[in-house]
């Protein structure tokens, strides 16, 4: 028995020590991926404070900061606080108490909604709404939820048309309507934030009526699924019939999928279901064995542009959402593509030959926020990678001497006098979350809002 021990000790020693270095060598990687995440979220956060403090220097209580001027651009004849209700959650995630408590005085002291001006109903939910409800769960600040309650409360006459979708321009203080002509993305981007405030105050009229505006254009889809970049809102007649997943249209299946998973309407994920099959097979092309989509007539899904932009790059993260990872990660693949092939990604490119049709970057978030859903579902160090070039080819190519700039053109790298809102609730937030530690925020009790506010699903 002696020598069968000596044997088999002989033949099991290699495997014991191949099977030590292995776990050796993945123990090194890990820990080797765990420092590379903490360096990076530090460098998010210091790049985030650069802008945030400029913003404090040259803009404090006006919506944006001008950065090569060093001033100010307010929206409407009066501020809303954009910068400031767009930053603040994402200073919470970031654990910047000091700003945060700064930020929530000043939106506390000086968010007035009591405004005499027209406001575009869209921006104003998906910005302000989502970032004061977003605030309210995570400071628990009564007057957070008594600014959202009251906005809520001034855009509800936007629904009051004859089909039910949202009229897109309202006066705050006289309830006064504007525009009859909208798109499917400004009329279905609304159930998240008004659905969550119908949670939050027990009032289901906000949920309802933006139920209500989305189901109205899921109604009014094609005979093949499809739904038009442009509705006449009073009519429900299409008045643009060109079907796509960009701007006009992008949110509004992004929001089909997440009032799903927000809230369990099971109405929701029907008409998800039945929006995504239609997209896949109509819009979906393959070039060179890459996936794309491109635009094609909602009545006879004939693709006739290949077109493919910034914004259509929210799509691989509706579809791991979704469930669909193969063909999430074969559309994020083209993705990272758009964005190294001119340096930073530009607002849309023809993917068959990959030249430029809109050469502008306005600090767009929607490439990073695919990659970090990547990472989250697959926990593949290749996205982690990716992260890590998107973070430093954004700041090498937008940082300026007081912010963060939008590019004229990704061609020439010349900057533009604007830093949007979006870069501090979306942009730095997805960047910071994809290398933060998951104790920062829990990614599967929570829906984000198109504007990357986060919205609990389990909140009470």
């Known amino acids: 028995m002696k020598s069968l021990s000596i044997r088999f000790n002989y033949i099991m020693l290699p495997i014991v020590v191949s099977l030590l270095l292995f776990a050796g060598g993945a123990l090194n990687l890990l820990h080797a991926q765990a420092s590379l995440k903490k360096e990076y979220a530090e460098k998010v956060k210091r790049e985030f404070l650069f802008a945030w403090n400029n913003y404090k220097k040259y803009a404090w209580g006006h919506d944006e900061l001008m950065p090569l001027t060093r001033t100010y651009h307010d929206w409407y004849a009066h501020t809303l606080l954009m910068t400031p209700v767009d930053a603040y959650d994402t200073m919470v995630l970031m654990g910047l108490k000091k700003d945060a408590q700064e930020d929530e005085r000043l939106i506390v002291d000086s968010l007035s909604f009591n405004q005499d001006f027209e406001v575009k109903a869209f921006e104003i939910t998906i910005r302000e709404l989502g970032g004061l409800l977003s605030g309210y769960e995570l400071n628990h600040n009564p007057k957070f939820l008594k600014l959202a309650t009251d906005l809520a409360n001034r855009l509800l006459p936007i629904f009051n048309s004859p089909t039910g979708m949202p009229y897109p321009y309202i006066n705050l203080k006289t309830g006064k309507t504007q525009g009859i002509v909208s798109n499917p993305a400004e009329i279905g981007t609304l159930t998240l934030e008004f659905g969550t405030l119908s949670k939050l105050t027990g009032n289901p009229v906000y949920y309802d009526k933006a139920k209500k505006a989305a189901v109205a254009v899921f109604e009014r889809?094609?005979?093949?699924?499809?739904v038009g970049d442009a509705i006449n809102v009073e009519t429900g007649k299409w008045v643009g019939e060109e079907s796509h997943i960009s701007g006009g249209i992008d949110s509004y299946y992004e929001y089909l999928l997440k009032t799903w998973k927000l809230f369990g309407d099971r109405d929701f994920k029907k008409m998800w279901d039945a929006s995504v099959a239609a997209v896949n097979k109509y819009l979906a092309q393959r070039v060179d064995g890459e996936l794309w989509y491109g635009h094609a007539n909602m009545n006879t899904g004939v693709i006739d542009k290949t077109y493919f932009g910034a914004l259509d790059a929210f799509f691989p993260a509706e579809l791991a959402l979704g469930g669909d990872l193969k063909r999430a990660e074969e559309l994020e693949n083209s993705c990272y593509k758009m964005w190294l092939y001119y340096g930073i990604e530009p607002e849309q490119i023809n993917y068959t030959n990959m030249s430029i049709v809109d050469s502008g970057y306005v600090l767009r978030p929607e490439n990073i926020e695919s990659n970090y859903?990547?990472?989250?579902?697959?926990?593949?160090?290749?996205?982690?990678?990716?992260?890590?070039?998107?973070?430093?080819?954004?700041?090498?190519?937008?940082k300026v001497a007081n912010g963060v700039a939008s590019l004229e053109s990704v061609t020439s790298k010349k900057h533009l006098n604007d830093m949007e809102s979006f870069v501090f609730a979306e942009t730095f937030k997805y960047l910071y979350l994809t290398f933060a530690p998951d104790s920062a925020l829990n990614f599967n009790k929570i829906v984000f809002n198109t504007e990357a506010h986060p919205l609990r699903k389990d909140f009470k």
């Open 221 to 226: 889809r094609s005979s093949i699924g499809l």
């Open 373 to 398: 859903y990547m990472y989250k579902y697959t926990h593949n160090p290749e996205y982690l990678s990716r992260a890590e070039t998107y973070f430093n080819t954004f700041v090498y190519n937008c």
